[in-house]
């Protein structure tokens, strides 16, 4: 079974830089796609942004511009890289690896708060 591992999240002010990791346990490759959620307090979670296998990036438009998926095979880990943060992008955000045939994993989250 895969396990996926988020780091990275932390309190920044509005306007500032983090970068998140999803370590996972397995090759990242393999997955059909990989995926970034968020759930801000009191909310569902929403989809935030995918990688496909073939490196085909989609956006959530509320991130478009400022956050950036990328990701290293060799270290099997995706990284989101968020810039230009604000409150509203205060939430858990959770990696999500598809293998297909109905492996889906997530991870347990990391927290990212935004102060205004």
């Known amino acids: 079974q895969v396990q996926l591992v988020e780091s990275g999240g932390g309190l920044v002010h509005t306007g500032g830089s983090l970068r998140l990791s999803c370590a996972a346990s397995?090759?990242?490759?393999?997955?059909?796609?990989m995926a970034w959620y968020r759930q801000a307090p009191g909310k569902q979670r929403d989809f935030v942004v995918v990688?496909?296998?073939?490196?085909?990036?989609n956006y959530a438009d509320s991130v478009k511009g400022r956050f950036t998926i990328s990701r290293d095979g060799t270290k099997n880990t995706v990284y989101l890289q968020m810039n230009s943060l604000k409150p509203e992008d205060t939430a858990v955000y959770y990696c999500?690896?598809?293998?297909?045939?109905?492996?889906?994993?997530w991870g347990q989250g990391t927290l990212v708060t935004v102060s205004s």
């Open positions: 397995g090759s990242i490759l393999r997955a059909d796609y």
């Open positions: 999500h690896a598809n293998y297909g045939g109905g492996l889906e994993v």
């Open positions: 990688i496909t296998r073939g490196g085909s990036t």
